[in-house]
């Protein structure tokens, strides 16, 4: 008991090894203790942004049918300024709706666009579905719920007020002011990968991926050590460090729209962590595997559902827009993500994309404070995140019996 797994001890070691002087820190892909924003759920706000603007757009353009056309039989109309105002977006609920519809995998809210949108505006300042225009709609600038395009503060400026925007969309509450620093790419890089080797070695990656690859997970060969440090180096926009309270965003010119999403999301980290501690395990450990990424699914849905709201409230439309028109920074992280084998795609999404279908379910049924106590309590296992409704703190997930000997 207390010691180490045997694959953690250095060749040739007879006992464990010495402890460490401090808890070591973690991440979110190799099972770190650190919590972690990616570049590519970056486009959950992206595409919410364009799902909802197209859903107003549409509200908008049925309203004005109705006050000119009424009477009119039906006829192809020109083309109109509103439906052109967000471009090819996917040309209506299905590929916009691809993203939203697939967040929370088996959940009933994953196969609900209009139950997921309204969590995710829901409390955003954004009125929710119910209510596409907030303030009447009357104009163009009503379309996303922002208004006149942001005005550059300084970063200390921008980190405390995001921090008073995020006490209210949380509905929590910070003991002490939180700091944050804004490192280039390769700067990030470089603290991504000092991160990453604290935690995950070349042994480590070598007896996973022959696991990984007997199960057919990756493909054979496959350098398991390199792919994750590639993936996370290239997809991590900013992260939290509990132990240290180091909160770190990519910024490479200035603080944007896309730098400001994802300080909102690590500043909710920092909050919950002040006001709730953030249950993330000490150390790795391969038969609590399951149920660990199923409590960072709750911390990091939290922490998406959290940053989607204050875009839609607090980001003009000209931010939104901007965003919307791509980044090449999001572009090439997708396209880095989908070069990656798809195990190891779909298990970095995991805490994101299916926490926040499972944050979403909790909030519907009990609001933050149901969102709370999963910080307390949290799902025994992954497929009670993916089915909210089996979600049961106490219960065991099942033990497999014994294959016996395959020979």
């Not at 996303?144 to 005005?151: C, D, I, Q, R, V």
């Not at 991590?236 to 999403?261: N, S």
């Not at 595997?289 to 559902?305: F, M, P, R």
């Not at 979600?391 to 497999?400: G, H």
Request: charged share 25%.
């Amino acid at each position: 008991m207390g010691q180490n797994p045997y694959w953690m001890k250095e060749p040739g070691s007879t006992g464990p090894p010495p402890p460490p002087p401090e808890p070591p820190k973690r991440f979110a892909g190799s099972g770190v203790k650190v919590a972690v924003a990616l570049l590519a759920v970056a486009l959950i706000a992206v595409s919410a942004f364009a799902f909802v603007g197209y859903r107003r757009t549409n509200d908008l353009q049925d309203r004005l049918d109705e006050q000119e056309g009424a009477q009119s039989n039906e006829q192809d109309d020109p083309a109109n300024p509103l439906d052109d105002l967000l471009g090819d977006l996917g040309g209506g609920e299905g590929d916009l709706g691809d993203l939203l519809g697939d967040l929370g995998g088996g959940s009933d809210l994953g196969g609900s666009n209009s139950e997921l949108l309204e969590c995710l505006t829901s409390g955003s300042g954004g009125g929710g579905l119910g209510d596409l225009f907030g303030g009447g709609g009357e104009g163009l600038e009503d379309l996303f719920g922002g208004g006149s395009p942001t005005k550059q503060q300084s970063p200390r400026k921008l980190v405390g007020s995001i921090s008073k925007q995020v006490e209210r969309i949380r509905e929590l509450r910070y003991d002490k002011p939180v700091d944050a620093n804004f490192l280039t790419k390769a700067q990030l890089e470089k603290r991504v990968g000092e991160l990453f080797l604290e935690d995950y070695s070349r042994r480590d990656a070598d007896l996973e991926g022959r696991v990984l690859e007997a199960l057919g997970a990756i493909p054979r060969q496959t350098d398991l050590f390199s792919t994750r440090k590639k993936v996370l180096e290239g997809q991590v926009a900013g992260f939290y460090v509990p132990e240290t309270e180091e909160l770190v965003v990519l910024a490479e010119d200035q603080v944007g729209p896309l730098e400001q999403v994802t300080l909102a999301h690590e500043l909710e980290h920092a909050l919950a962590e002040q006001a709730l501690d953030l249950p993330l395990p000490e150390r790795s450990d391969p038969e609590t595997a399951d149920s660990d990424l199923a409590t960072l699914a709750v911390v990091e849905g939290d922490a998406t559902l959290t940053m989607q709201r204050w875009s839609l409230a607090h980001l003009s439309l000209t931010d939104q827009l901007s965003m919307l028109s791509g980044s090449p920074q999001l572009q090439q992280s997708q396209e880095d993500l989908e070069a990656m084998p798809h195990f190891i795609q779909q298990q970095l999404q995991f805490p994101y994309l299916d926490g926040l279908g499972f944050v979403c379910a909790l909030q519907r049924d009990g609001g933050w404070p149901a969102v709370d106590k999963a910080y307390d309590e949290p799902p025994a296992s992954s497929d009670q995140v993916l089915f909210p409704e089996r979600y049961d703190s106490n219960a065991d997930p099942l033990d497999p019996e014994d294959t016996g000997d395959p020979g």
